[in-house]
């Protein structure tokens, strides 16, 4: 593992102009904040092609960007530096997708829920995609629901099955986009990870334990895949709400 740079360092590959359109009243004050991980690279509109590909670990944010596509839409979440959204231009809004099951006639439930819309202060608000659940456990049964889901939505998908070859003929059935596999667990991660990197996608670890779930993003790292959704496994609202923000805290403050 490569040892983090110190602001100094990052200073030194700066343009050093204090120019300010960075918003730090330094170069030296944003280098520290960058190497905090409390600031993005691009703020800097005059560094060299050489300096980002020396600083681009360093200036990676703590929270790193996933996106997840279909063929006409996309969701992006993270990329985050700050631990409260008043700090910052909320750029990354939660992805809110309605869940169906394979059991169920998954076609007919998905076109309705796109095709639902409101209006609220001056903004259409919708879903942003549909997560298809293998409730019947069945790769050919997945497989039908993903593709019906499919024909009716060009938004993103998530596909839900424990079973990693279950998991596969969802990925196959989904042409054309690049869906969120959910999820890799202490039991399935392996196939789970191998199917992600494979497939070039981001995929969902999850663990009732902050330790085991570092110790499983770990290992889903080690087997070549970064694009990670953490699952902390809690539920009710209280309590959720609870242990994301630990999550982002350990993130944020303490580059955990």
Same mark, same amino acid.
Not at 126 to 134: C, H, K, M, S, T
């Given at each position: 593992m490569e040892m983090a740079l110190t602001g100094l360092q990052i200073y030194k590959l700066l343009p050093q102009t204090?120019? @300010?359109?960075?918003?730090?009243? +330094?170069?030296?004050?944003?280098?520290?904040?960058?190497?905090? @991980?409390?600031?993005? &690279? =691009?703020?800097?509109?005059?560094? =060299?092609?050489?300096? @980002?590909?020396?600083?681009?670990?360093?200036?990676?944010?703590?929270?790193?960007?996933? #996106?997840?596509?279909?063929?006409?839409?996309?969701?992006? *979440?993270?990329?985050? #530096? *700050?631990?409260?959204?008043?700090?910052? #231009?909320?750029?990354?809004?939660?992805?809110?997708?309605?869940?169906? @099951?394979? +059991?169920?006639?998954?076609?007919?439930?998905?076109?309705?829920?796109?095709?639902?819309?409101?209006?609220?202060?001056?903004?259409? &608000?919708? &879903?942003?995609?549909?997560?298809?659940?293998?409730?019947?456990?069945?790769?050919? #049964?997945?497989?039908?629901?993903?593709?019906?889901?499919? =024909?009716? +939505?060009?938004?993103?998908l998530i596909l839900i099955a424990s079973d990693p070859e279950v998991l596969r003929a969802g990925v196959e059935a989904d042409e054309g986009g690049k869906p969120l596999l959910y999820a890799a667990t202490a039991e399935n991660w392996e196939p789970v990870a191998a199917l992600a990197k494979e497939k070039g996608l981001p995929v969902v670890a999850r663990a009732d334990t902050f330790e085991e779930l570092a110790d499983l993003t770990e290992k889903i790292k080690g087997a070549g895949v970064q694009d990670i959704v953490l699952d902390p496994g809690v539920r009710e609202p209280a309590e959720t709400l609870a242990v994301f923000t630990q999550l982002r805290r350990l993130a944020l403050q303490k580059n955990f």
């Open positions: 204090n120019c @300010k359109e960075c918003g730090f009243p +330094t170069c030296l004050a944003f280098a520290m904040k960058l190497a905090a @991980k409390q600031a993005e &690279l =691009s703020a800097c509109p005059y560094i =060299s092609e050489e300096a @980002k590909a020396q600083l681009a670990a360093a200036a990676a944010p703590p929270i790193r960007l996933v #996106t997840v596509e279909g063929p006409g839409h996309k969701v992006e *979440v993270g990329n985050e #530096t *700050v631990m409260f959204r008043h700090e910052k #231009t909320f750029y990354h809004p939660c992805g809110l997708f309605v869940r169906v @099951k394979d +059991t169920d006639d998954a076609r007919a439930a998905a076109e309705e829920a796109m095709r639902y819309t409101v209006e609220y202060v001056g903004m259409d &608000l919708f &879903l942003d995609g549909v997560a298809v659940e293998a409730a019947s456990g069945d790769a050919g #049964t997945f497989a039908e629901a993903v593709k019906g889901v499919r =024909s009716v +939505t060009d938004k993103p």
